[in-house]
T-cell receptor
Framework: DSGVTQTPKHLITATGQRVTLRCSPR?????VYWYQQSLDQGLQFLIQ???????AKGNILERFSAQQFPDLHSELNLSSLELGDSALYFC?????????????FGPGTRLTVL | AQKITQTQPGMFVQEKEAVTLDCTYD???????LFWYKQPSSGEMIFLIY??????QNATEGRYSLNFQKARKSANLVISASQLGDSAMYFC????????????FGSGTRLQVQP
């Protein structure tokens, strides 16, 4: 158990809908990262927050947004869902944002868009 | 731009033998970190080992060691005394200090340990 929690574990929804994925980092970790793992794109970085502020953006679509709250949990919002958004979404946390800080991953949320 | 290459889509190894999973990387940043993660069929990503670009010695964590050859830009994972539970996908990843600090992952290697 990495100490990072993600809910829900599974999510099935329809095209055009909006969903929210939630992540609680390990106790004491200030950085939260979101990644998407799909069969065709592999593991891709979406966005990073550090202590409530957006720190870096990766290949995140405009239909997607995220935020980190004062209690450091984070939410990833996916809207106008398409079939291609079906993927495993990971949240990871680290104590800081330096290159030597290993990231600990949550169990993931498997999103299926029908 | 950084890039991680894992050239072995799949590998087989006999139980109790050692296996090396290859990883090469490309970066212009002199300061970076290299990571290996294991993803079993259940889906979670498990951190295995870390190597910093300025570390003089190869990292080791139990049965895992990282064969770091900086001039060749390679960071191969060595698993000694393979166990059936080692069957999983293995991902090599890198973070740069100067740029975006998220992980960039390779395409992974599926390791199957045979009894």
């Amino acid at each position: 158990d990495s100490g990072v929690t993600q809910t829900p574990k599974h999510l099935i929804t329809a095209t055009g809908q909006r969903v929210t994925l939630r992540c609680s980092p390990r106790s004491g970790d200030l950085s939260v990262y979101w990644y998407q793992q799909s069969l065709d794109q592999g593991l891709q970085f979406l966005i990073q927050y550090y202590n409530g502020e957006e720190r870096a953006k990766g290949n995140i679509l405009e239909r997607f947004s995220a935020q980190q709250f004062p209690d450091l949990h984070s939410e990833l919002n996916l809207s106008s869902l398409e079939l291609g958004d079906s993927a495993l979404y990971f949240c990871a946390s680290s104590v800081g944002s330096n290159s030597y800080n290993e990231q600990f991953f949550g169990p993931g949320t498997r999103l299926t868009v029908l | 731009a950084q890039k991680i290459t894992q050239t072995q889509p799949g590998m087989f190894v006999q139980e109790k033998e050692a296996v090396t999973l290859d990883c090469t990387y490309d970066t212009s940043d002199p300061s970076y970190g290299l990571f290996w993660y294991k993803q079993p069929s259940s889906g979670e990503m498990i951190f295995l080992i870390y190597q910093g670009s300025y570390d003089q010695q190869n990292a080791t964590e139990g049965r895992y060691s990282l064969n770091f050859q900086k001039a060749r830009k390679s960071a191969n994972l060595v698993i000694s005394a393979s166990q059936l539970g080692d069957s999983a996908m293995y991902f090599c990843a890198m973070r740069e200090v100067g740029g975006r600090r998220a992980l960039t992952f390779g395409s992974g290697t599926r390791l199957q340990v045979q009894p």
